[in-house]
């Protein structure tokens, strides 16, 4: 094993030193692209991002529009109710920023909120119910992207969403997969219901969903911007909704929401500039830390078996780090840097052997992973002008907390089950954590969502995925193949694996170990579960910079689309 360290070692000294800088970004080389490219979730959002730059907007004007969209088309994913991370690369400056749009908890929240009086967790109290809702972060951020950044008048960002929730849009497949997921849920919250249950039954896929009070309430935030949701008539009916069903929102919540742009992580990984999402997510760091531990070993001398055994172990100490280290940094010290370096890295990669898996022991024995669908929503833009946006949509799982304040039009989400409700007591995502990512009010929740941009000579990949815990192993493996020559639509449709430490399983899709090498996973002592269903819903577009082409490819597990044009 040291051996094959060293080769790596050998080659990387061997790679010119110009592959070991940032890669320039596309509009520094003072040309526009030939095309543009758009990869969402679903056609829709796909069209009204199009819109937009055909009327002249840029990629941050389309990043509005499909995000509006998506709130209306996957009701069960993201929407008004919800929080977003949007990572933003400006062609003209070269900047690059991360819009935090996250949801902060509520100012009467307290670390044992979820708790009984025995000091155990009360089941589904932080999924279902607007007490497992934090302040939604979206809604700001559309109107903060929109004015900062954008060309387009807000009214016509979000006339797409608007039109499609007035007139209303086909049910989809995944719409009632939630549902069916949701339907007892359902009952605690009768607006909710007679939106998606009429009569009591779920919508069935082709019926037409309309959400006028949707629509008005996004017309309330073309009016007033900020205001138009987080004060006046919205934020009191939001607030008179939660309360009067035993959350805790008041309106000095909803009007001290803040979005935040913070520094995305980046790093350097064997000529490859990964950018990424920094913390209140564990995505960016995870992703940096598994590259750095992994460009320790000559990856393409290994067999498929134990380049995953490899892949796996790198997740197993990510992950342990996540649990351990990671929450809001406005609200705890994280040591980012450390995390980043690859002499960390290299110390973490001295503990993993070839010849067997490290047993996580420490915290909570094995259990079940906890498959991360399609709720939850990711969308890749590139305009001609070289501007980026990497987008990651969350209300957390299906139809969030599966509550409605009545008269809004908008599902809130269940994303405090992202805290750690207790030591010890794992999530929705089966993650554990410490007092790192305990509850405090208006902190934001720890999240693995990893809106990403890879940067090389080769050119540039924008991408992410929902998968809940699994987003940054998915992420992980489409980078590693990109590394390795993919294409977006190979990135997209890769089978995919997963490990996060606790519990010490590794889940995986159908196909993404031949029998022998499920065999040979076992052998070195890793505990194998196949995911019931295939998981995630990547969206990616890339620019080959030799070529000029750009390329958009949507996941084949999802319903989502792309353009190129
Ligand atoms: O922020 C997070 O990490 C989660 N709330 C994301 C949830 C998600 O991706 C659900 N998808 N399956």
Request: net charge neutral; hydrophobic share 45%.
């Amino acid at each position: 094993m040291t051996a094959t360290r060293r080769t790596f070692a050998r080659c990387l000294a061997l790679l010119p030193a110009l592959l070991l800088v940032a890669a320039p970004a596309p509009a520094r080389d003072g040309k526009a692209l030939a095309q543009a490219g758009i990869a969402t979730a679903h056609p829709l959002a796909t069209a009204a991002g199009q819109e937009m730059l055909a009327a002249g907007g840029n990629a941050f004007d389309a990043a509005v529009a499909i995000s509006a969209t998506l709130a209306v088309v996957e009701p069960f994913a993201s929407g008004l109710g919800g929080g977003a991370f949007w990572l933003l690369h400006e062609a003209r400056s070269g900047r690059q920023v991360f819009v935090d749009a996250r949801e902060v908890a509520p100012g009467a929240a307290t670390p044992g909120m979820y708790l009984d009086a025995a000091g155990n967790p009360v089941p589904g109290s932080t999924l279902t119910g607007p007490l497992a809702a934090g302040i939604p972060g979206q809604p700001a951020g559309l109107v903060h992207l929109a004015k900062r950044y954008g060309k387009l008048p807000l009214g016509q960002l979000l006339a797409p969403a608007i039109r499609h929730a007035e007139e209303g849009v086909a049910v989809t497949r995944g719409m009632v997969l939630g549902l069916q997921f949701r339907q007892s849920a359902a009952r605690q919250s009768p607006e909710f219901a007679a939106r998606f249950y009429p009569g009591g039954r779920p919508l069935a896929e082709g019926e037409l969903l309309r959400q006028p009070e949707l629509a008005a309430t996004l017309r309330r935030l073309v009016r007033g911007g900020f205001d138009g949701y987080y004060r006046g008539e919205t934020a009191r009916l939001l607030v008179d909704g939660v309360r009067s069903s035993g959350g805790i929102w008041t309106q000095d919540d909803l009007a001290a929401y803040r979005v935040v742009e913070r520094e995305p992580v980046r790093a350097v990984v064997g000529g490859v500039t990964v950018v990424s999402a920094p913390p209140p997510s564990a995505g960016g760091i995870a992703l940096v830390n598994t590259l750095n531990m992994l460009s320790g070993f000559d990856r393409p001398a290994l067999d498929p078996a134990t380049r995953a055994h490899l892949n796996i172990e790198v997740l197993r100490r990510a992950f342990r780090d996540r649990a351990m280290l990671l929450g809001d940094p406005d609200f705890v010290s994280i040591p980012v840097a450390r995390l980043l370096s690859p002499d960390y890295a290299a110390g973490q990669a001295t503990t993993i052997r070839l010849d067997r898996a490290t047993p996580s022991d420490g915290l909570a024995g094995p259990g079940t992973t906890v498959a991360g669908g399609p709720q939850t929503t990711h969308f890749s833009v590139i305009d001609r002008a070289g501007n980026r946006v990497a987008g990651t949509l969350s209300i957390n799982t299906f139809y969030g907390a599966a509550f409605m304040p009545p008269g809004t039009g908008v599902i809130l989400n269940n994303e405090m089950d992202d805290f750690v409700i207790k030591p010890g007591v794992a999530n929705g995502f089966a993650l554990v954590g410490t007092d790192a990512n305990a509850i405090a009010p208006g902190k934001r929740m720890l999240s693995s969502m990893a809106p990403t941009f890879l940067e090389s000579p080769r050119g540039v990949a924008v991408l992410g995925t929902p998968g809940g815990s699994r987003i940054i192993s998915m992420v992980l493996l489409a980078t590693l193949a990109w590394i390795d020559g993919a294409e977006a639509p190979a990135m997209v449709a890769l089978k995919r694996y997963h490990h996060q430490y606790q519990p010490d399983v590794v889940a995986f899709e159908t196909g993404a170990f031949s029998d022998a090498d499920q065999a040979a996973l076992r052998t070195l002592g890793h505990r194998l579960e196949a995911s019931a269903r295939p998981y995630g819903n990547m969206q990616v577009v890339t620019w080959d910079r030799a070529t000029g082409k750009v390329e958009a490819a949507s996941d084949p597990r999802g319903g989502g689309d792309v353009t190129v044009y």
